[in-house]
């Protein structure tokens, strides 16, 4: 009799064991599904409770299940933006895609995105666009955000869009995180370089085709510096008759990006701000794919920033920038620039089919638009002799007239005919990159759970910690500048483990907690 009530409460533990065993796991895959930040948290302390060892729940989340998907098809999406306002989005599902097997991500960043309106038909432009053929030969999902005016490639609405569109991504459909690249064409060539200097931590690597590294600076105010392109590959292509970006232009901006120690594979081409050598590159993109996966755990990394915001580089962070003189090997790369361009200080909205060209937006700032009182809203129909209906025919203008030229541009506004005047402005003289505050810098090498940074200008930082770059049966020791600032051991962490993988979505980073150093 007793042996029977024993044998009764031993099946009630193991069933209670095996409930609870499968009740984090049921609760882990609502956690993943869910998109509501205050249900996380609740869900994170649940899992928490039940105490699985991390090794379980990290294995748990390398082995996520993804549902199937149309093949071979361009699927449109929209999502809403920190901004408030929904933007379409278009992914490409290649015809090799299998729901069990991890793919390569691409994501395309388009031109003119400073334009006011998204392009009327995203599906249509990624239909046309130069990738798709490529991507279906090579097994790659591409990802296709738009972009605008108040969103851009440069801006935190634009920006954040994109993170989030990658997160999207990895959640219905199974990316290979350590393959993830950004690839663009004039303002999104302009933005991979943006992206390689600021926050390459999603991405393996980087393709800027005739675009310039400095926008992001210029035009954004971000803290760009050459010395973080050392971090992640970037493939950087110019073309001698670009209008924009031409390689005269372009190439002493690449010298003094290598000079620093970027890690630019770099080609030049005949032809005019035009994706024309396709056939030449797209097969080396392939390769370049191939060849250079993330690699999560580089035992080297040198980052300089001047925003905290963007001061993590893989599993290093400068949290904070002091104003102490800078170490004498804390060197500014940059150099002059001179914009030659005819640039009369505006934005047309392309979505306008009527007579003329419509301005969608002036940019701010010392421009001839602003100075001869052009308005969003006004129809330009002739430039002098010109008459004005596309692009080309203003681009027909501009290379008629010289710096100091006199201009008459004929306008409709309000349904009244107006003539402004002024002269043609410039050239302009600037720096590749603003230098408005002081930038902090560190350099840093891992060798075992030995980490050892030559800092300048460092506050604070942190040591991202995962299992398979230190060991945690052993202490992690941290030297700056010669000196021991921390040697203790690695205490792993659930929750920072689920909250760092809800965040990132990345399977391959999955960090088990953080050391936090005050210098």
Known sequence: MKSGIWLTIVMVLIISTAAV?????????????????????????????????????????????????????????????????????????????????????????????????????????????????WAKEGGYLLLFPFGQQGATWWDKVGMANIKNLIRHVKRHYHVDDDRVYMAGFSDGGSAAFLQAMLDPNDYAGFFALNGHMGVGSL????????????????????????????????????????EAGADIVYHEHEGPHEFTYGDYELPLFAQFIERHPRDPFPPHITWETADSRFGTCRWFAIDEITLESPAAWHRDYNIPMVDSLITIGFVDDNTYEG?????????????????????????ITAANEFKIDSTR?????????????????????????????????????????????????????????????????VGAIR??????????????????????????????????????????????LLYVGEVEINL
């Open 21 to 133: 065993g499968n009740d984090w796991r049921a609760t882990l895959d609502e956690l993943v599904a869910t998109e509501n930040p205050e249900k996380r948290g609740e869900l994170i302390g649940q899992i928490a409770g039940t105490a699985p060892a991390w090794s379980e729940v990290a294995a748990y989340l390398k082995r996520l299940s993804y549902p199937p998907v149309p093949v071979d098809t361009f699927l449109l999406d929209s999502t809403v933006c920190i901004d408030g306002v929904t933007r379409p989005f278009v992914v490409y599902v290649p015809p090799a895609y299998d729901p069990k097997v991890s793919r390569p991500l691409i994501v395309a960043l388009h031109g003119g995105v400073s334009r006011g309106n998204i392009h009327s038909d995203p599906v249509g432009y990624a239909r046309e666009h130069y990738l798709p053929a």
């Open 219 to 258: 035009d954004g105010n971000l803290p760009l510096y050459a010395v973080n392109m050392a971090n992640t590959p970037i493939y950087a292509i110019t073309s001698d008759m670009d209008y924009y970006y031409p390689t005269h232009i372009m190439r002493p901006t690449i010298e003094m990006a290598l």
């Open 355 to 379: 007579r003329g060209m419509l301005v969608g937006s002036v940019i701010d700032g010392e421009t001839m638009a602003n100075e001869i009182g052009l308005l969003p809203g006004d129809i």
């Open 393 to 457: 025919d203003l681009r027909d203008f501009k290379a008629s007239v010289t710096f100091g030229d006199s201009v008459a541009f004929s306008i409709r506004r309000n349904d009244k005919e107006l003539l402004l005047t002024g002269e043609i402005m410039g050239p302009r003289q600037f720096m590749l990159f603003k230098r408005d505050v002081p930038s902090a810098a560190a350099r840093v090498t891992a060798l075992g759970n030995r980490v050892e940074i030559e800092s300048s200008r």
């Open 463 to 508: 040591i991202l910690i995962h299992p398979d770059m230190f060991r945690l049966d052993q202490n992690l020791a941290v030297i700056v500048n010669g000196k021991t600032v921390y040697d203790a051991p690695i205490e792993p962490d659930l929750k920072y483990m689920l909250r760092n993988f809800m965040d990132n979505r990345d399977s391959s």
